[in-house]
């Protein structure tokens, strides 16, 4: 197989890892951001009990794409990771808030305690789900990077990250997330908890949809590049049409009262609009918004070796096959609705 | 202050904080394999509630263990650009391998083990367990191997400036690595084995516990014998080996050789001077060095005096973090034979002093990784990549002091907090004994 294939692959597995990552902790980092907005804390608690089992297991799709990303394509992940400092030293502590809440909670019966790592989770949630559009938005946009002798220099601030474009991007991300999320509360809670998920799903996702057009319209004039190569790709329209289908697919299946099929619908809807970004994208990873055509990283300027993007090919083939099953497997055990005080015991 | 110092400063702080629970995780997995195990087929309720109860402890070190460890996947490319330039070719395909083969593995059966108790058969709930287990062990292979391969390169060549693959295979398997995965692995276990011994002696202490104390102290004593051994001899004698032949300047560092010699002594106890680099109070067996590294008492071992001084570790903080892990080392040892001993004679539990023993070297085992780690990795200085890439070149130029300053406060600081309140809540879950555990994870 040729360097070129190989570079192409990878922006397609990494592509799936970046959509895996928004499927799976997608609907886990939108319930925890909904919990924000209940007020009872029974109820709150049963938010986090859904996703107990699982979550965990979600969050890994993150790291492994920061890990392929640094094999696959060591200047992206150099470059993109310093010049997003701020922004993901955010991130992280979030992520740490979030990680312990779920074990932290239930483990003291005060009120108090409760409340704070309730917020821990909900916060901890919520700043991701907002932080990875940000990321995305950043991104389809360009930054500002520049090709030198020495490679790729990042020449932006952490205010310049905070642009108009890229928190549309971030606020859509956000209700793409909250969407799913409360599709899967919906679908696996038990009582006023799924019940009330149910009545917030067909209002976020018109939300979502609002968002996902208003930033299409707008890309097309902030970032025309994502569209000069990807409209005469066969794959971008049906892209196109999958992601219309499964975002009409929703609120369809939504007024059925059927919510696992809406789900899967959800996850479709947001692979495709993944799909689209990347399409958009391809074959930059990176593009720059200083010098588009000389500074961008891409495929071909700042991939791995042949042998190294082999070697890790293989290793993906192998590993991911598995993965993939051993979850399927783990989520088919804990299927069902989740009856409060399950997971964590009544207290 | 300047960047680099900063730089160093925060990954250091990082990796030593999540570096607590990692070990304590691995050794523990591997102990609830064999309780879980033995509740299973001997139907055994004292096993069953030690599996609870460990199983609890396990979900909460886990835990801290993964929200502190989120940070090292993301902090080579953001603190470290040019060292991510520059191996990552190299170095970020064992980080992919191990999200790939370990991360998944783990976390996905950690879940299926934490909450499908009684929902899954007793088989599968103990093949989760071990597949936790393994995943952990592998997330520690794969993490060594990346960093033996910073220690000891292999299988690159240098291409416009960037180490660039040449073979898989000879990078993984580089002169370093399964001796440094070996001898870290026994730690853990180590690790687990006074943890689990040393909770059952606190139960012991206060008359808690009863048969789950018993069970869980004979586990943790004949474990810890058997891995306190083993991390002497042999994977800490053939680490040490290692050293000396593809790193001498660290085998020089952390011995407290400063001079060339031949018959060189085994210096066993000193107190070092920095400036100059000196050993005062030395205690030594002369030509034990040269034997146990060479195999020939007269052999030469290059000094300090060998190399060119900015190719130097530091001196004093390598030699005290080495010999303080080797202290600990025959420590351990000498504890876990003593307990052997009184087991064997019936007098474990109406020794309390010795009981109280094993409360005060529970946590000691964490603390030997950590000078294990430091002698390891700043007697890698001042190489980044050894004899490769400076450590001075590696740091993210684009990253300035104050946000250097702002996130080693927000991270360190977090991490500090996290690793109190697990104090807090481990020591809440030992003092309600191993009976008070319900369906809590």
């Keep these: ?78 470059t993109v990771f310093s010049g997003f400092y701020l922004a993901l030293m955010l991130l992280l502590a979030a992520l740490m808030f979030r990680g312990v809440s779920f074990k932290f909670r239930n483990q003291v019966a005060s009120p108090g305690w409760r409340r704070f790592w309730d917020r821990a989770f909900g916060l901890g949630s919520l700043v991701p789900a907002l932080l990875y559009g940000v990321a995305v938005g950043n991104i389809l946009k360009g930054v500002p990077v520049q090709q030198t002798a020495q490679g790729f220099a990042w020449q932006g601030s952490f205010l310049g990250l905070l642009n108009p474009y890229a928190l549309l991007v971030g606020v859509l991300g956000l209700a793409m997330f909250l969407t799913h999320g409360a599709i899967y509360m919906a679908h696996k809670a038990h009582g006023e908890a799924a019940a009330s998920a149910a009545r917030k799903a067909p209002w976020l996702w018109l939300s979502w949809m609002i968002l996902w057009g208003v930033t299409t319209g707008i890309s097309a004039w902030q970032a025309p590049h994502l569209f000069e190569g990807a409209t005469g790709n066969p794959l971008w329209w049906v892209t196109v049409l999958v992601a219309l289908a499964a975002m009409i697919g929703i609120p369809w299946a939504l007024r059925g009262g059927r919510h696992g099929v809406a789900f899967l619908w959800s996850c479709a809807a947001i692979a495709a609009q993944n799909g689209l970004a990347a399409l958009g994208l391809y074959p930059r990873l990176v593009p720059s ?59 | ?217 004979g586990l943790g004593i004949a474990a810890g014998l058997l891995f306190a051994v083993l991390a002497v001899f042999p994977t800490g004698h053939e680490h040490a080996r290692q050293v000396a032949r593809t790193q001498p300047e660290k085998f020089a560092a952390i011995e407290g050789l400063y001079t060339t010699q031949s018959g060189a002594p085994l210096v066993l106890f000193a107190l070092p001077h920095r400036e100059p680099p000196t050993l005062k109070a030395k205690i030594e067996i002369p030509s034990l060095t040269s034997w146990l590294a060479f195999g020939d008492p007269g052999a030469e071992i290059q000094g300090i005096d060998r190399f060119p001084a900015d190719e130097v570790p530091p001196l004093w903080m390598t030699f005290v973090s080495f010999h303080n892990m080797v202290i600990l080392g025959m420590w351990f040892v ?105 369906e809590v994870a």
């Design chain 2, 334 to 438: 000498a504890v876990m034979a003593l307990g052997a001993f009184l087991w064997w004679r019936r007098r474990l539990d109406r020794t309390r002093w010795y009981q109280w023993v094993l409360v005060a070297s529970a946590p000691l085992p964490l603390v030997a990784c950590q000078f294990g780690w430091v002698a390891a990795e700043v007697g890698r200085q001042p190489w980044a990549v050894y004899r490769l890439l400076r450590t001075a070149d590696a740091y993210s130029v684009t990253v300035g002091v104050p946000e250097l300053l702002f996130s080693i406060v927000l991270l360190g600081g977090i991490g500090l907090l996290l690793v109190g309140l697990y104090l807090f809540l481990l020591m809440r879950q030992v003092s309600k004994g191993p009976d008070a555990v319900r």
């Design chain 1, 1 to 78: 197989m040729d360097l070129g294939t190989l570079q192409t692959i990878w922006f397609v597995l990494f592509l799936v890892l970046v959509a895996g990552y928004a499927v799976l902790d997608g609907f886990d980092l939108g319930i925890g951001a909904l919990s924000l907005l209940e007020r009872n804390e029974a109820r709150r608690g049963q938010h986090m009990e859904v996703i107990a089992p699982v979550w965990d297991g979600n969050e890994v799709w993150l790291l492994t794409a920061g890990g392929a990303l640094f094999a696959a394509f060591p200047p992206v992940y150099a």
């Design chain 2, 1 to 217: 202050m300047d960047a680099e110092l900063l730089a160093r400063l925060q990954f250091a702080l990082t990796v030593g904080i999540h570096f607590l629970f990692p070990p304590l995780s691995i050794g523990l997995a591997w102990l609830l394999v064999v309780v879980e195990g033995l509740a299973w087929r001997r139907r055994d309720p004292a096993w069953e509630s030690a599996g609870r109860f460990f199983g609890k402890v396990l979900a909460l070190t886990f835990g801290v263990g993964v929200a502190t460890g989120i940070v090292m996947e993301f902090q080579f490319g953001t603190n470290w650009s040019r060292y991510s330039t520059f191996v990552g070719d190299i170095f970020g395909a064992p980080l992919a391998a191990e999200g790939v083969f370990a991360f998944f593995l783990e976390s996905v059966f950690l879940g299926l083990y934490l909450f499908g108790r009684g929902r899954v058969s007793r088989g599968l709930h103990w093949f989760s367990i071990l597949m936790v287990a393994v995943g952990a062990t592998l997330s520690a292979f794969w993490i060594l191997v990346a960093n033996s391969w910073q220690q000891t390169p292999a299988g690159f060549e240098i291409r416009e400036g960037r180490a660039v693959l040449t073979s898989f295979s000879e990078a993984v398997l580089n002169p370093s690595m399964w001796v440094r995965f070996f001898h870290t692995i026994d730690a853990a276990l180590i690790a687990g084995a006074f943890g689990m011994a040393g909770i059952a002696a606190l139960w012991k202490l206060r008359g808690q516990g009863g048969a789950v104390a018993a069970r869980a102290q």
């Design chain 1, 289 to 347: 918004s200083l010098d588009l055509a000389g500074s961008s990283l891409t495929i071909h300027n700042a991939s791995s070796s042949e042998r190294t993007l082999g070697t890790m090919l293989v290793i993906a083939l192998v590993g991911m096959p598995l993965v993939v099953g051993y979850t399927a497997f783990v989520y088919r055990v804990f299927r069902g609705r989740v009856k409060p005080g399950e997971y964590y015991g009544n207290h």
